[in-house]
């Protein structure tokens, strides 16, 4: 091989790496400035049935999620005491599994409300009265689904007893966005009722968020929490 090939080789292979890293640092770059930042704060309980009283919910941290192809397990952050640990935010989206965060990015909700007839069928919903946007002011129900899970105690897994139940559906470039939307239904006859759900990511609500983002490349897009949970009679 002449020295001039050895040249025209020796350039060629510096061209390609000076494009593999401009290619690494627009995607890391594109990555890392469309953050979300979920502020869920206080949920609000609104008691539509007169069989229903005294509602509250709390929220608290996933430490672990086990997968199995499509299906997920999910496990509470702990404390010393093996106490769930309160946590008011949704962590950052991070479908790639590239950054190191504390806590993962789903959020435990438990729904406490008291039964005062000896047998009550109601409905659970979640309702919002905000439209679809790709704003970096934004609304949880944009870019959240809800999972109803099994719990016994902190130490053992929250199992899915439902498929994702969310507020946006994409279809394409079309967009569908319901405001209320029924997460769980059933008929009680114990006074005391403890309900878990998961809060996740809709992954295709969030990608489509990031792909039409309406505005200037910005740091973080905030999510406020725009969702109210409603108790009402079937």
Not at 21 to 44: C, E, K, M, P
Request: proline content about 4%.
């Amino acid at each position: 091989m002449s020295s001039r090939q050895l040249k025209k080789q020796l350039v060629f292979s510096i061209l390609m790496v000076n494009f593999l890293l401009v290619a690494i640092f627009f995607t890391v770059f594109s990555w890392f400035t469309l953050q979300d930042q979920n502020t869920v704060g206080n949920f609000y309980v609104n008691i539509q049935s007169p069989n229903v009283i005294e509602a509250s919910i709390e929220t608290f941290a996933i430490g672990t999620v086990v997968k199995n192809g499509s299906e997920k397990t999910f496990f509470l952050a702990l404390d010393d005491n093996n106490e769930p640990i309160p946590l008011d935010y949704l962590p950052t989206y991070d479908d790639r599994e590239i950054l190191l965060t504390e806590y993962k990015p789903y959020l435990a909700l438990n729904l406490r409300f008291k039964i005062t007839s000896e047998n009550a069928n109601v409905a659970i919903s979640a309702a919002t009265f905000k439209n679809f946007q790709s704003t970096a002011e934004n609304f949880i129900s944009n870019c959240t689904q809800f999972i109803l899970v099994s719990y016994s105690d902190p130490t053992q897994p929250l199992t899915p007893l439902s498929e994702p139940i969310s507020f946006v559906s994409i279809d394409g470039e079309n967009v569908y966005k319901e405001k209320s939307i029924e997460i769980m239904h059933d008929s009680f006859s114990d006074q005391n009722i403890s309900l878990w759900f998961i809060l996740e990511y809709n992954k295709s609500a969030i990608e489509y968020i990031h792909s039409h983002f309406d505005g200037p490349i910005v740091e973080v897009i905030t999510y406020e929490n725009d969702i109210r949970l409603e108790i009402t009679d079937l």
